[in-house]
């Protein structure tokens, strides 16, 4: 069974940097694509940036580009959210998931780390 254990949120004012980190752990662990979601109170959850295992092509949302980074480390099974010029908006739970295989859904998820951004 495949474990996700996000960390490296916290509380930052508008303009700083965080950056999170996901352990993924496991005998049976294997990865295709691992990603980052994030969902603020009300909203629905939000997909924020990806990164292929393979060979690290990294997809983002348009609202992070520019400010967030996605990376992997493979020997330690872990992908990191380097997030600059932080805004108040994105307050919010964040998430990483991974996908085994090309074409399948993200099926395993980390317990979430919470971002916070004070203006």
């Known amino acids: 069974q495949v474990q996700l254990v996000e960390s490296g949120g916290g509380l930052v004012q508008a303009g700083g940097s965080l950056r999170l980190s996901c352990a993924a752990s496991g005998r049976t662990f294997s990865s295709w694509r691992m990603g980052w979601f994030r969902q603020a109170p009300g909203k629905e959850r939000e997909f924020v940036a990806a990164i292929r295992w393979s060979d690290g092509i990294a997809y983002y949302a348009d609202f992070v580009k520019g400010r967030f980074t996605i990376s992997r480390d493979n020997a330690k099974n872990t992908v990191y959210l380097q997030m600059n010029s932080l805004r108040p908006e994105d307050t919010a739970v964040y998430r990483c998931?991974?996908?085994?295989?090309?074409?399948?859904?993200?099926?395993?998820w980390g317990q979430g780390t919470q971002v916070t951004v004070s203006s």
């Open positions: 998931a991974n996908s085994r295989a090309p074409g399948r859904e993200y099926d395993a």
